[in-house]
């Protein structure tokens, strides 16, 4: 439940909205009771009085529930809307070295799945929780005018249904709950494999298996669900009991004292139904807490390299210098670099060649800050990277990745995110450099054409091509292109390299290549074996 | 019909609920009358209908459960099935997120629809009934109040329906798109931090969000007019029926016992339109997302059903005649007149530059695709006449990047031919030389890979391909450049098992021109979807 705690924490910034909701919602419960309360006054003979107060009541009953509704629903998707970003923040600040085994999938149903979850947080469990918690000295106040004793016993019937019926349904439900939140993941992940990889299930006609599969996985979401529907029905008909009681309370005491208690019947019966969904919410809070807490985890992985308590100034020049490197992806692998060394001066062109596997991207990620060596040092422009922020690093290297990703955006969005603003001439020019600008001529929408998810409208080799375009857009000093060329034929690598020759003139390119086409114009060509750097020629 | 359960229940607990009703308001009654003190028996009642209304409400959410889950569970079946039978050109331009809300979120939504729309629009009108016959029997003038209260319920819903279905749609496609966004986003966070654009983002994302929430709203503004309807029809009655019976009070002919009833029946009478209102809502987003249902692509006819006569070990042979194939009119024909044969056992070497239509070829004999044109025959037997179950048991596929799905590599291997015993997926393993770098791997073939192959690098990934082409041991192999993204030395290394999966089986492989001299068979060179009448056939 102190997780709960902590997603509120998060809303602080809409305590304004929140708060507006429930004075709302009070206002318009009160006036429904006192509705109640005052058909019952009828019948005390105070029907001239009553009459006008009635219809007035009435009236803003009406009125008042549209506003509450209107008000808590617009800050309950404030709320989300904060918490959606905040946790794309949080997967930005953890997840720069891509996503790894966490599944995208499961990263899906966290985020959405999950923090859906939590919408029925404020409306379903806060809200009617301080109203209840409200009421209750009120409901005590008013029946104790006429008799302490029955004032009591409705008043802990009341507070079993409000409060001890639903924090049970919470500590029942959190295992449910957990179980509901891992088997819905398990379900978006089956049917995001198996939709995938719909090529590889056709083409090894494994459709029912698959099928087999989502509906396995779908059972075990039923199950779970099922499990949290019947706790639930419990814990709604324990509170619906309690309410019976205090009706059965208070006929027993008019049978016995003929006091005229007609008023507090309908206020007594309309209070507990407006708590009546307080037990289904415990429930609710007990999924929420479950889901809750996978989003946290999520958001909350921290950063590969953490930035520097006290940033350095962030050097002029962009000599890029790796001094000694040691380094391996993880304690109990062998390490990649054991004392590498290497010196990249300003404007310089440089192959790094060597067989798959060796450490070329490895490089990479270290000159980007997506991980620290274990021994030595790298600087940039004679400033270690350790004493730089990761951002301002990586706003002086553009690295065109081999997993670089084309988002489902137009062309122009793609390109756009490399140099934000950029105009339509160097947006031409960085395609023209990276020898897709006619083929892009020939599309009805040109830039605006759409790219598909991954890329999937246009053929590898086009996509990798624009992939290049965005890295070539990029104002970085340093520009690190990983195997440009893949996926091209051999006409286009060398059309490309013509290109490039010119396309960078001043910027400092790494080039990593498992082999060259003959026509790059560089300075140095390194060989990467061993975990050292060799020089080749130059 | 799976509602019924949940009527019959719901029918129950008003009927009871009439029951508690009428004894309160014989306690009550006595209670009020001059010096009498009533039996006991109306309390004895009261107590007794609440313990059975209590247990039929936990039948009826039990019912409810059950017939929403049937429901999900048909159609989440049915979609499933569409979605992975059909071609994976008539799903390109969707993006797999977007599919992904369809088969999980949106089917959950159905839920709704068969747990509380389907039962709730019974019994708004049964209940009200029910309850209008009795109160009709005690106070007729009463019932006439009711009567016109509850009329103007449905025709207040209507008038704000109209707008709201419209609203729901639109909200739909909004929040589909929203999760695709978050989808791509999350994929490619690794590329998104790397340009410095996480902060971009996450502001972008932001907005994306509000624009969700100004779509909701705008649906729940007219859909809670219709709850305010309701609101109205209620207060309205309450308050004129008070009128009325104060009235009589005042003239001293008021029969307390009756009037008593009817003001605490009124609750019962809207508290099915109520459900009614609350699942109004429900029936909005079922009807958004049958709507995105029938979107999805259609079941193929069921072709004849025609087993290719040969079995594997006697071959197969493969006939393309006079075939034409246009994916897109905008970018012509990809296939124009293509001819050519491939005997049983022989290998053909399909070379062309990007968009030689290469791909269609391997895409019609997939069964992905059908000519616009032309025959294709295996041994004899159209293609078009073939059940896919029949294509796919005759052919084995290697793509340029392999999808793994989320398990171990062993199960990544095994989806070839789930029946295979340990050994064959050893041997497997072995022909597609994996054990080399198998064993490097923390648990081997028992490692996990995630989504996208994740800790394997391309050509590890591209070994399990070719294992699972050794494991299914099909007499027609078909290969798409499946050494297109690696490095000289990889390819090398897979060159040889690929040799090795090649002999003695039909192959057709596309391959760039530069690569294609790296298999041995026959070549075609293609160009603009023809034979190269350069080059010919060699």
Request: charged share 15%.
């Given at each position: 439940?102190?997780?709960?705690?902590?997603?509120?924490?998060?809303?602080?910034?809409?305590?304004?909205?929140?708060?507006?909701?429930?004075?709302?919602?009070?206002?318009?419960?009160?006036?429904?009771?006192?509705?109640?309360?005052?058909?019952?006054?009828?019948?005390?003979?105070?029907?001239?009085?009553?009459?006008?107060?009635?219809?007035?009541?009435?009236?803003?009953?009406?009125?008042?529930?549209?506003?509450?509704?209107?008000?808590?629903?617009?800050?309950?998707?404030?709320?989300?809307?904060?918490?959606?970003?905040?946790?794309?923040?949080?997967?930005?600040?953890?997840?720069?070295?891509?996503?790894?085994?966490?599944?995208?999938?499961?990263?899906?149903?966290?985020?959405?799945?999950?923090?859906?979850?939590?919408?029925?947080?404020?409306?379903?469990?806060?809200?009617?929780?301080?109203?209840?918690?409200?009421?209750?000295?009120?409901?005590?106040?008013?029946?104790?005018?006429?008799?302490?004793?029955?004032?009591?016993?409705?008043?802990?019937?009341?507070?079993?249904?409000?409060?001890?019926?639903?924090?049970?349904?919470?500590?029942?439900?959190?295992?449910?709950?957990?179980?509901?939140?891992?088997?819905?993941?398990?379900?978006?992940?089956?049917?995001?494999?198996?939709?995938?990889?719909?090529?590889?299930?056709?083409?090894?006609?494994?459709?029912?298996?698959?099928?087999?599969?989502?509906?396995?996985?779908?059972?075990?979401?039923?199950?779970?669900?099922?499990?949290?529907?019947?706790?639930?029905?419990?814990?709604?008909?324990?509170?619906?009991?309690?309410?019976?009681?205090?009706?059965?309370?208070?006929?027993?005491?008019?049978?016995?004292?003929?006091?005229?208690?007609?008023?507090?019947?309908?206020?007594?019966?309309?209070?507990?139904?407006?708590?009546?969904?307080?037990?289904?919410?415990?429930?609710?809070?007990?999924?929420?807490?479950?889901?809750?807490?996978?989003?946290?985890?999520?958001?909350?992985?921290?950063?590969?390299?953490?930035?520097?308590?006290?940033?350095?100034?962030?050097?002029?020049?962009?000599?890029?210098?790796?001094?000694?490197?040691?380094?391996?992806?993880?304690?109990?692998?062998?390490?990649?670099?054991?004392?590498?060394?290497?010196?990249?001066?300003?404007?310089?062109?440089?192959?790094?060649?060597?067989?798959?596997?060796?450490?070329?991207?490895?490089?990479?990620?270290?000159?980007?800050?997506?991980?620290?060596?274990?021994?030595?040092?790298?600087?940039?422009?004679?400033?270690?990277?350790?004493?730089?922020?990761?951002?301002?690093?990586?706003?002086?290297?553009?690295?065109?990745?081999?997993?670089?990703?084309?988002?489902?955006?137009?062309?122009?969005?793609?390109?756009?995110?490399?140099?934000?603003?950029?105009?339509?001439?160097?947006?031409?020019?960085?395609?023209?450099?990276?020898?897709?600008?006619?083929?892009?001529?020939?599309?009805?929408?040109?830039?605006?054409?759409?790219?598909?998810?991954?890329?999937?409208?246009?053929?590898?080799?086009?996509?990798?091509?624009?992939?290049?375009?965005?890295?070539?857009?990029?104002?970085?000093?340093?520009?690190?292109?990983?195997?440009?060329?893949?996926?091209?034929?051999?006409?286009?690598?060398?059309?490309?390299?013509?290109?490039?020759?010119?396309?960078?003139?001043?910027?400092?390119?790494?080039?990593?290549?498992?082999?060259?086409?003959?026509?790059?114009?560089?300075?140095?060509?390194?060989?990467?074996?061993?975990?050292?750097?060799?020089?080749?020629?130059? | 019909?799976?509602?019924?359960?949940?009527?019959?229940?719901?029918?129950?607990?008003?009927?009871?609920?009439?029951?508690?009703?009428?004894?309160?308001?014989?306690?009550?009654?006595?209670?009020?009358?001059?010096?009498?003190?009533?039996?006991?028996?109306?309390?004895?009642?009261?107590?007794?209908?609440?313990?059975?209304?209590?247990?039929?409400?936990?039948?009826?959410?039990?019912?409810?459960?059950?017939?929403?889950?049937?429901?999900?569970?048909?159609?989440?079946?049915?979609?499933?099935?569409?979605?992975?039978?059909?071609?994976?050109?008539?799903?390109?331009?969707?993006?797999?997120?977007?599919?992904?809300?369809?088969?999980?979120?949106?089917?959950?939504?159905?839920?709704?629809?068969?747990?509380?729309?389907?039962?709730?629009?019974?019994?708004?009108?049964?209940?009200?009934?029910?309850?209008?016959?009795?109160?009709?029997?005690?106070?007729?003038?009463?019932?006439?109040?009711?009567?016109?209260?509850?009329?103007?319920?449905?025709?207040?819903?209507?008038?704000?329906?109209?707008?709201?279905?419209?609203?729901?749609?639109?909200?739909?496609?909004?929040?589909?798109?929203?999760?695709?966004?978050?989808l791509d986003r999350v994929r490619g966070i690794a590329t998104i931090v790397a340009h410095g654009a996480a902060e971009r983002e996450a502001v972008a994302l932001g907005s994306a969000a509000d624009e969700l929430r100004w779509r909701t709203m705008r649906v729940l503004r007219v859909a809670f007019l219709s709850g305010s309807c309701l609101d109205v029809a209620m207060v309205a009655a309450i308050v004129i029926l008070a009128v009325r019976y104060g009235a009589a009070w005042s003239a001293g002919a008021l029969a307390v016992g009756p009037a008593l009833f009817v003001l605490l029946a009124v609750s019962e009478f809207f508290a099915p339109l109520r459900a009614f209102a609350l699942a109004y809502q429900d029936r909005l987003h079922a009807?958004?997302?049958?709507?995105?249902?029938?979107?999805?692509?259609?079941?193929p006819p069921a072709p004849p059903a025609r087993e290719v006569r040969s079995v594997s070990a006697q071959g197969v042979s493969v006939v393309f005649d006079n075939v034409s194939l246009t994916w897109d009119a905008a970018r012509g024909k990809a296939l124009d007149g293509l001819s050519f044969r491939v005997p049983s056992g022989e290998t053909l070497v399909l070379a062309g530059p990007s968009g030689a239509g290469k791909s269609s070829v391997l895409e019609i004999l997939l069964g992905f695709a059908r000519p616009d044109a032309g025959r294709v025959t295996i041994n004899g037997a159209d293609i078009a006449d073939l059940v896919p179950a029949s294509l796919s048991r005759l052919t084995a596929w290697v793509g340029q990047r392999p999808v793994?799905?989320?398990?171990?590599?062993?199960?990544?291997?095994?989806?070839?031919?789930?029946?295979?015993?340990?050994?064959?997926?050893?041997?497997?393993?072995?022909?597609?030389?994996?054990?080399?770098?198998?064993?490097?791997?923390?648990?081997?073939?028992?490692?996990?890979?995630?989504?996208?192959?994740?800790?394997?690098?391309?050509?590890?990934?591209?070994?399990?391909?070719?294992?699972?082409?050794?494991?299914?041991?099909?007499?027609?192999?078909?290969?798409?450049?499946?050494?297109?993204?690696?490095?000289?030395?990889?390819e090398a290394d897979l060159l040889d098992s690929l040799r090795r999966l090649l002999a003695g089986r039909t192959v057709i492989l596309a391959s760039h021109a530069a690569a294609a001299h790296l298999f041995s068979g026959r070549r075609l060179d293609l160009r603009n979807g023809r034979t190269d009448v350069e080059r010919g056939v060699a």
């Amino acid at each position: 439940m102190i997780i709960l705690g902590r997603i509120l924490l998060l809303w602080r910034a809409r305590l304004g909205w929140l708060l507006a909701g429930l004075i709302v919602a009070l206002a318009s419960l009160a006036v429904g009771l006192g509705l109640m309360a005052a058909s019952g006054l009828v019948f005390a003979g105070g029907v001239v009085l009553v009459a006008p107060w009635l219809s007035g009541l009435g009236v803003a009953r009406v009125a008042l529930r549209y506003v509450e509704r209107l008000v808590t629903h617009g800050a309950m998707f404030r709320a989300l809307a904060d918490l959606r970003v905040w946790f794309f923040r949080g997967l930005a600040r953890g997840g720069a070295g891509g996503l790894g085994l966490r599944q995208a999938g499961d990263v899906l149903a966290r985020l959405v799945g999950d923090v859906e979850a939590l919408d029925g947080l404020y409306l379903r469990v806060l809200l009617p929780l301080a109203l209840a918690l409200i009421l209750l000295p009120a409901l005590v106040v008013v029946i104790g005018a006429g008799n302490i004793l029955l004032s009591l016993i409705i008043g802990v019937l009341f507070l079993t249904a409000v409060v001890i019926l639903p924090w049970c349904a919470a500590r029942s439900c959190l295992a449910a709950g957990r179980n509901l939140a891992a088997a819905a993941g398990a379900l978006r992940i089956a049917a995001l494999d198996a939709l995938t990889g719909r090529r590889e299930v056709r083409a090894f006609g494994a459709e029912g298996r698959m099928l087999a599969l989502v509906q396995g996985r779908e059972e075990g979401l039923l199950t779970a669900q099922r499990a949290l529907a019947r706790r639930t029905a419990w814990a709604s008909a324990g509170a619906f009991l309690c309410a019976q009681a205090a009706l059965l309370a208070l006929l027993l005491a008019a049978h016995l004292s003929a006091v005229i208690v007609i008023p507090v019947v309908l206020l007594t019966l309309a209070a507990f139904e407006a708590v009546s969904g307080l037990p289904r919410a415990g429930a609710l809070a007990g999924h929420a807490a479950a889901a809750a807490q996978r989003v946290l985890e999520a958001a909350e992985v921290p950063p590969p390299v953490p930035d520097p308590a006290q940033p350095g100034t962030m050097p002029k020049g962009f000599a890029l210098r790796f001094a000694s490197v040691q380094f391996s992806w993880q304690a109990d692998r062998l390490p990649v670099f054991s004392g590498l060394s290497l010196d990249v001066a300003e404007g310089a062109r440089v192959a790094l060649l060597g067989p798959s596997g060796v450490g070329k991207s490895t490089l990479a990620a270290l000159a980007m800050k997506l991980a620290a060596p274990q021994l030595g040092h790298i600087t940039l422009g004679g400033v270690d990277l350790a004493t730089l922020p990761a951002d301002a690093v990586r706003s002086r290297i553009a690295w065109l990745s081999q997993a670089t990703h084309l988002f489902d955006a137009s062309i122009r969005d793609n390109l756009l995110l490399a140099r934000p603003g950029a105009d339509d001439p160097a947006l031409w020019a960085a395609l023209e450099a990276a020898r897709i600008a006619e083929l892009i001529r020939t599309l009805p929408d040109g830039l605006e054409t759409w790219v598909g998810e991954g890329g999937a409208r246009f053929s590898g080799g086009q996509g990798r091509r624009l992939a290049l375009a965005r890295a070539l857009l990029s104002q970085a000093p340093v520009l690190i292109l990983d195997e440009p060329c893949a996926g091209l034929d051999a006409e286009t690598e060398r059309e490309f390299f013509l290109t490039l020759n010119d396309a960078v003139s001043g910027r400092t390119l790494i080039l990593i290549a498992h082999r060259l086409s003959g026509v790059e114009r560089l300075d140095r060509i390194f060989r990467l074996s061993a975990g050292h750097a060799v020089a080749a020629a130059g | 019909m799976a509602a019924r359960p949940v009527v019959l229940w719901g029918l129950l607990g008003a009927a009871l609920a009439l029951g508690q009703a009428g004894c309160m308001a014989l306690v009550l009654d006595a209670a009020l009358a001059p010096g009498g003190i009533g039996s006991l028996w109306p309390l004895g009642g009261f107590a007794a209908l609440a313990v059975m209304r209590t247990l039929a409400a936990v039948a009826a959410d039990h019912a409810a459960f059950a017939a929403g889950a049937t429901g999900r569970r048909r159609l989440r079946s049915e979609a499933m099935a569409r979605l992975l039978h059909a071609a994976p050109q008539a799903l390109r331009d969707v993006h797999t997120g977007e599919l992904i809300t369809i088969v999980i979120d949106r089917i959950e939504a159905l839920d709704g629809l068969f747990a509380r729309w389907l039962p709730a629009s019974v019994l708004a009108v049964a209940g009200p009934v029910l309850v209008l016959a009795v109160v009709a029997w005690v106070d007729p003038v009463a019932a006439l109040v009711l009567v016109a209260a509850g009329c103007a319920v449905p025709l207040g819903m209507v008038v704000a329906g109209i707008g709201a279905g419209a609203a729901a749609r639109s909200q739909f496609h909004a929040m589909a798109r929203l999760q695709a966004r978050f989808l791509d986003r999350v994929r490619g966070i690794a590329t998104i931090v790397a340009h410095g654009a996480a902060e971009r983002e996450a502001v972008a994302l932001g907005s994306a969000a509000d624009e969700l929430r100004w779509r909701t709203m705008r649906v729940l503004r007219v859909a809670f007019l219709s709850g305010s309807c309701l609101d109205v029809a209620m207060v309205a009655a309450i308050v004129i029926l008070a009128v009325r019976y104060g009235a009589a009070w005042s003239a001293g002919a008021l029969a307390v016992g009756p009037a008593l009833f009817v003001l605490l029946a009124v609750s019962e009478f809207f508290a099915p339109l109520r459900a009614f209102a609350l699942a109004y809502q429900d029936r909005l987003h079922a009807t958004a997302a049958a709507d995105a249902l029938a979107s999805l692509p259609e079941d193929p006819p069921a072709p004849p059903a025609r087993e290719v006569r040969s079995v594997s070990a006697q071959g197969v042979s493969v006939v393309f005649d006079n075939v034409s194939l246009t994916w897109d009119a905008a970018r012509g024909k990809a296939l124009d007149g293509l001819s050519f044969r491939v005997p049983s056992g022989e290998t053909l070497v399909l070379a062309g530059p990007s968009g030689a239509g290469k791909s269609s070829v391997l895409e019609i004999l997939l069964g992905f695709a059908r000519p616009d044109a032309g025959r294709v025959t295996i041994n004899g037997a159209d293609i078009a006449d073939l059940v896919p179950a029949s294509l796919s048991r005759l052919t084995a596929w290697v793509g340029q990047r392999p999808v793994l799905f989320a398990g171990t590599i062993r199960d990544n291997i095994l989806f070839a031919r789930p029946e295979a015993s340990d050994d064959e997926i050893a041997r497997a393993a072995r022909a597609a030389r994996m054990e080399e770098f198998a064993a490097d791997l923390p648990l081997g073939l028992e490692t996990l890979v995630g989504e996208g192959g994740y800790g394997l690098s391309g050509g590890q990934a591209q070994r399990v391909a070719v294992a699972r082409a050794f494991l299914k041991d099909a007499p027609l192999l078909l290969l798409d450049e499946p050494t297109a993204h690696l490095d000289p030395a990889t390819e090398a290394d897979l060159l040889d098992s690929l040799r090795r999966l090649l002999a003695g089986r039909t192959v057709i492989l596309a391959s760039h021109a530069a690569a294609a001299h790296l298999f041995s068979g026959r070549r075609l060179d293609l160009r603009n979807g023809r034979t190269d009448v350069e080059r010919g056939v060699a």
